[in-house]
């Protein structure tokens, strides 16, 4: 993957640096702070290009801006910013105690699905290019789906820890790379005449979608957030199942085969697991073990419900205006 296109003064500056040798980054880029940082396309897509240095980075970035000290004290700012976003846009849930950990995040997942028609919509009407704009805003956390997770492995002990290697391991395969579920999306994007590359449509995506991906970083990439990453990871898991139900309906209503709806299928069976085993096995035992943690397991939970609802949103209102819910250019088909 390259490096996308700067889309305000944030990523200018930072993508100008980047481009070259690793070194300073003065004066300090986030100044004053973008006033709706959880939709803002310049300064989510700074941050995600930061953490994406610890993932796969970029072909034309240098591997040695990962650990820059100057590097991290931008990403810092950045994180200051959609931290505070964040913290403003979701409220604590109350704490309870760890064995009521399990229904408390029955609750949030059952208000947030009381109001879900982005599924509806495309299990029921949505065209083949809807579809296709569905799966580009999906195809920037599904490329590398399970990976901000990951981080949390070798920051938890006994049962939370054996719990999230179990959900890991099915996500990664079990140790077949076909099965890996990265690589089901792929065989989607693919059947869809998508390009089904890392990171082909970074430059299409709202600001809105990258937040989707930048909380599970944030949480992931500091260990003082693990209960938080731990309570983001059951939300996913929890409302996983009946969408994903919903997206093979829709594909297989448009005349697509298992090619294309192998990832959603899969996601049917393995998430109405998944989701036992993260928030019992992992999240409550996980309270049980660390009760400190209790309220960021919740407020995990809760933004990843938010941040998924605001992405939800503005897809649906682009398209009942009858506009794309991408960023301008016309979808590049797969070559
Ligand atoms: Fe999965
Ligand atoms: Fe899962």
Redesign the pocket.
Known sequence: MRLPAPRGPITAALFDRLAGPPGDLEPPLVTPPPARALDDGDLQLALFACYELHYRGFDDVDDGWEWQPALLAVRLDLERCFGGALARAVPRPPVVPPERVRSALAGLVAEAEREAPLSQHLQRAADLEQFREFVVHRSIYHLKEADPHTWAIPRLDGGPKAALVE?QA??YGGGRAERMHAELFRATMTGLGLDGSYGAYLDRVPGVTLAVSNVMSLFGLHRARRGALAGHLAA??MT?SAPNRRYGAGLRRLGHGPDVTRFFDE?VQ??AV?EQIAAHDLCARLAAQEPSLTGDVLYGAACALEVERRWAHHVMSRWRQGRTSLEEAPLAAAS
Request: aromatic fraction near 0%; hydrophobic fraction near 30%; avoid cysteine.
């Open positions: 959900i099915d996500e996913l898991e996983s996601h393995a998430d998944h």
